[in-house]
């Protein structure tokens, strides 16, 4: 395969993952996308737990868990659709 | 390493906001953990759309977006599905009937690779079908192990895969995890693998059939190397040539490395290593597994299968 028509795949791919995965975050609840925010901005866990006031940092090490784990399942399942539709 | 901090490391490795002593602690405990080194493989693919500055800005604006906002859109989403969309689909019912009886366009098939040896070529194949399965229809190893647009590989099923599907992150990404497995090297007196989960054929070619490639099919989705191994023992990869380790879908047949190569006088043998990937996500990006559920061959995924191959005297 040519490099050029990779390139344009792998670009192809890169702006469906890039569109699954802002749908997916624009799924999720308010604090999850907060300490989505927060990870971005580049904060660390005791960081983010003093301004979401959490009363521990394990709180916030759960609620990061779950959050990643929901948005990794939201990714799936629109990549899982992607592909029926594809069929 | 407790289960709070590995949460923490995983929460940070998706975002980059790991220190290198973070992430080695993060890796070497992978290494001796199943399900941790299942879960890192889940999030290289985010950390790598993360690490995208267009997504980044992109997920950065998203999350700038108040919620406020969505709920009007989501009004007017309401609107659209009570009014919009019939509509829409009455047009679009009525474009399906009227063209039922429209020739079909069906897309010629894109030519993946194609080879083709000279007429002096000598071409002596050693096939050691290690399943005895009948070897598969190769392809010329691209970066991206893409299946040819038609048949499946013989023996393995559906190899429909790879490029088109590759969708969670980029085509040719390797983990960081499998990077640094290869990279680590394999042992030289590794356990050798002999099941049937990784056939391969020697090829011989040019004049005096003393060029030389590999047809591998996996049944896993996972990452391969090639090795040249000396007389005194020397690992040299030969294939991929950049990477430690390149992507192969499962059940396809690859031929490798891109050209077939001269051997030097002191090589001994050929050592392939297939490192199966293990997690869901990026078993489906690679294509899926033509492993079966019936017959959970592997038990250890993340185990290299190591194969030598002899280099008789041609």
């Known amino acids: ?87 | 390493m407790t289960q709070g901090e590995v949460r923490k490391l995983l929460g940070g490795y998706a975002t980059n906001a790991l220190s290198a002593e973070e992430r080695r602690i993060l890796f070497q405990a992978a290494l001796e953990d199943q399900e941790l080194f299942n879960a890192l493989e889940n999030e290289d693919a985010l950390r790598e759309l993360l690490a995208d500055p267009v997504s980044r800005e992109q997920v950065r604006r998203e999350l700038a977006r108040p919620i406020e906002a969505k709920r009007s859109g989501f009004r007017f989403r309401r609107w659209v599905l009570a009014v919009a969309l019939p509509a829409a689909g009455a047009v679009i019912l009525i474009a399906v009937m009227d063209r039922a009886n429209a020739p079909r366009l069906i897309a010629p098939p894109v030519q993946i690779a194609s080879r083709q040896l000279g007429p002096q070529a000598k071409e002596r194949v050693e096939a050691k079908s290690l399943d005895r399965l009948p070897p598969a229809a190769p392809v010329a190893a691209p970066r991206l192990a893409a299946p040819p647009a038609s048949a499946p590989a013989a023996g393995f099923g559906s190899t429909r895969a790879t490029a088109a599907r590759l969708r969670l992150g980029g085509a040719t990404r390797i983990p960081d995890t499998i990077r640094q497995q290869f990279a680590s090297g394999f042992d030289l007196n590794a356990p050798l693998y002999q099941g049937p989960l990784v056939r391969y054929s020697l090829v011989r070619s040019g004049p005096a059939g003393d060029r030389i490639s590999v047809q591998v099919t996996s049944a896993m989705a996972g990452y391969l190397a090639l090795y040249e191994v000396d007389a005194a023992g020397n690992l040299k990869r030969i294939y991929p040539a950049s990477d430690p380790a390149s992507p192969v879908a499962a059940g396809l047949t690859v031929e490798i490395p891109d050209s077939p190569i001269k051997m030097a006088a002191t090589s001994q043998r050929l050592r392939l290593v297939v490192v199966p990937a293990n997690s869901p996500a990026v078993v489906d990006r690679l294509g899926g597994s033509a492993v079966n559920k019936e017959a959970p061959l592997f038990q250890a995924p993340a185990t290299p299968l190591v194969v030598d191959i002899p280099l008789a005297p041609n």
Not at chain 1, 3 to 17: C, N, V, Y
Not at chain 1, 26 to 34: F, N, V, W, Y
Not at chain 1, 66 to 82: F, G, P, T, V, Y
């Open chain 1, 1 to 87: 395969m040519p490099d050029g028509r990779i390139d344009a795949l792998t670009a192809l791919e890169q702006t469906e993952a890039r569109e699954r995965l802002i749908a997916a975050i624009s799924e999720m609840g308010e604090r999850c996308r907060k300490l989505l925010a927060l990870k971005l901005e580049g904060k660390s866990f005791a960081e983010m737990q003093a301004i979401v006031g959490a009363s521990s940092i394990n709180t916030i090490y759960t609620w990061d868990f779950r959050c990643r784990q929901e948005l990794m399942d939201r990714l799936r399942n629109r990549e899982r659709s992607a592909r029926e539709t594809d069929r």
